[in-house]
């Protein structure tokens, strides 16, 4: 993602609840330490990206569909409660079991339980690591059980998802080169009708934020199962990355918007809980949208003044929303910095010159707001100055008097 867009989680500390007072020790300092980290809502998806219907279509073939509509409010108190108390277990049927605590009130769900509600993929292939060579594919994926899982090899996941390479690859890490090896796979390395769908694993069902050059071996089998329409089983992948995730304390909290779906299944079956302790909060983080303009000269430096969103409600009841403040600011010169320009849902995101698909340039609407910029600011300046001078002149005449 473009930089401003991956640092848009940031936001959501502005709707955090503090709630680790609530609770005694060792509960306390747990919530303590969830009430600090930034959440990853993950990213509706806009229906107008460049070949959606090529993307649909294949995705809804093994319901990775799932990655594509998702558009829920966040609730952050339930996001913090779900972490705060979490943990997985196999039963004696041998089905992976995930635990929570709501407002005293215990909740385990099977594997399959869990994706039947969020509506996520829960057969097929399984497997989670967070290496990047799929070298580790093979010792990430279950190999005995009701998950057992026997991978593709290296050779056929990259025969169907990466541009055949004509010689050593390397990137940049630190300023540092680094020979990239056999079995890692570089972004750009990805065929071109994919990198969309790169984009929207990594923000919906990976969740990590941040840019990154490199795909991951999971994602990597995500891929090569997207376009062999091989079942990949999404709810153990999102499972094992709660579980890793919660240990992290550097890590985003993944997954806001699906956890809302989970939020009202509680409720559902506990009515009790539905009061107002759990407020709804729009979402803050940036669709992913098909149109990028970049981020002009003229907004430079600048400090963007904060927007109030124009609703936002509790389960229960209309609550005021937060403010929240818009992107951090990124240097044009970065041909990874990227800048938002408006706010949710509505808003045109910010674009360099790069070759991926989903972004877009728009030169003449850049050139012609940068020479707008720097006349009204001469005038202005020329104003100032002149203003300046006038008062030190008739301070001059009163001292004289």
């Not at 300092?29 to 990206?49: D, I």
């Amino acid at each position: 993602m473009p930089r401003a867009t991956s640092l848009d989680h940031q936001k959501t500390r502005d709707y955090i609840p503090l709630i680790s007072n609530e609770f005694n020790q060792p509960l306390r300092n747990t919530f303590s330490l969830l009430e600090k980290r930034y959440f990853h809502e993950g990213r509706v998806v806009s229906q107008n990206l460049e070949n959606m219907s090529h993307t649909r279509a294949k995705f809804e073939l093994i319901g990775f569909n799932c990655l594509l509509d998702i558009n829920e409010q966040i609730i952050p108190r339930f996001v913090l409660e779900f972490y705060g108390q979490l943990t997985f277990n196999y039963n004696l049927e041998g089905q992976f079991v995930v635990n929570f605590v709501i407002q005293n009130k215990s909740f385990s769900l099977t594997l399959e339980e869990f994706g039947q509600i969020l509506k996520i993929p829960f057969k097929g292939q399984a497997s989670f690591t967070e290496m990047w060579s799929l070298d580790h594919l093979s010792v990430s994926v279950p190999s005995g059980g009701l998950y057992k899982t026997k991978p593709p090899s290296p050779r056929v996941i990259k025969s169907f998802i990466q541009v055949p390479r004509q010689g050593q690859e390397t990137r940049t890490k630190n300023k540092k080169t680094i020979i990239v090896g056999a079995n890692e796979i570089l972004t750009r390395e990805i065929h071109t009708h994919m990198k969309p769908w790169v984009g929207i694993i990594r923000e919906n069902a990976i969740c990590l934020g941040g840019h990154k050059d490199h795909v991951s071996a999971c994602l990597c089998h995500m891929l090569y199962c997207i376009e062999t329409s091989t079942p990949y089983n999404l709810a153990f992948f999102i499972l094992k990355r709660m579980e890793k995730t919660r240990c992290k304390p550097k890590e985003l909290l993944p997954y806001g918007m699906l956890l809302t779906r989970l939020f009202k299944h509680v409720v559902s079956v506990s009515p009790e809980l539905a009061f107002d302790h759990f407020v709804s909060h729009d979402r803050v983080m940036h669709p992913i949208a098909p149109h990028f303009e970049r981020k002009t000269q003229s907004d430079r430096g600048k400090k963007r003044p904060r927007e109030r969103n124009a609703s936002s409600s509790s389960t229960i009841q209309n609550h005021p929303s937060s403010s929240n403040p818009l992107d951090h600011m990124v240097d044009v010169s970065d041909d990874e910095s990227f800048h938002s320009n408006s706010s949710f849902p509505s808003q045109q995101v910010s674009s360099s010159s790069t070759v991926d698909p989903l972004f877009r340039q728009n030169p003449s609407y850049e050139s012609h707001d940068l020479h707008t910029f720097l006349s009204e600011t001469i005038t202005f300046q020329t104003q100032q100055r002149d203003a300046h001078r006038e008062g030190l002149s008739q301070l001059d005449m009163l001292s004289r008097t």
